[in-house]
């Protein structure tokens, strides 16, 4: 019996449940301690700050994205059989659906198969997409002025507009309420 129990035997202490825990722990923060997990899994160095997913079907525009990825520090999981020696990057020939919580951005050109673009959106993940595709009726370019869009999309099929929309999503996210409402609007899409 503890002191408060002493004083005021209808005393109570409130230990509250794992829901009001889960609750107050943000989808960003879960988003966090996940990517924590992806870079111990996958050797990522700590400083990476975004993590991300290429699904590109040509492999000279999959090479030019990957490198660009590594050249600004970024890190990113290239899906396919083909193996790149680039740092920062993993290759695999899928991707589990417990880790997908982790990344932040994922690059799909609409041809690589096994690709869940719905799963994908609903944990969180950014795309960066050409603007033709199977979702454009609900899909639509972020505009950080108007807190409107949950992606970024590319109009010419070139290895150099994809890499140019992925340097588009990390400028915007440098600022805390744009990478909040692009969360949110990401996540709320389906």
């Known amino acids: 019996m503890d002191i408060g129990q002493k004083l005021n ?15 107050k722990t943000s989808l ?8 924590k997990n992806l870079q111990s899994i996958y050797s ?3 400083h990476i700050g975004l993590l991300g997913i ?32 680039i740092e920062n990057i993993i290759n695999v020939e899928k991707i589990s659906q417990n880790e997908l919580v982790g990344f932040d951005f994922f690059i799909f050109d609409n041809e690589h198969e ?7 959106m609903r944990a969180g ?3 960066i997409m050409p603007e033709k595709n199977v979702f454009s009726w609900m899909l639509r370019e ?5 807190f409107e869009g949950n992606g970024f999309f590319w109009t010419v099929d070139n290895a150099y507009c994809i890499f140019q929309k992925m340097v588009a999503y990390t400028e915007n996210i440098k600022f805390p309420e744009d990478r909040r409402v692009l969360l949110k609007n990401v996540t709320t899409t389906f």
Do not use: C, H, W
């Open 9 to 23: 035997p209808t005393y109570q202490i409130n230990i509250p449940s794992m829901e009001m825990i889960k609750e």
């Open 28 to 35: 960003r923060e879960i988003k966090q301690m996940a990517k």
């Open 44 to 46: 990522f160095p700590k």
């Open 54 to 85: 290429v699904a590109i079907q040509d492999p000279l525009k999959r090479a030019f994205i990957l490198e660009g990825i590594s050249a600004i520090g970024l890190g990113a999981v290239a899906i396919g059989d083909e193996k790149y020696d």
């Open 114 to 120: 096994g690709i869940d673009v719905m799963q994908y």
């Open 125 to 127: 993940i950014t795309p």
């Open 142 to 146: 972020f505009n950080p002025m108007k």
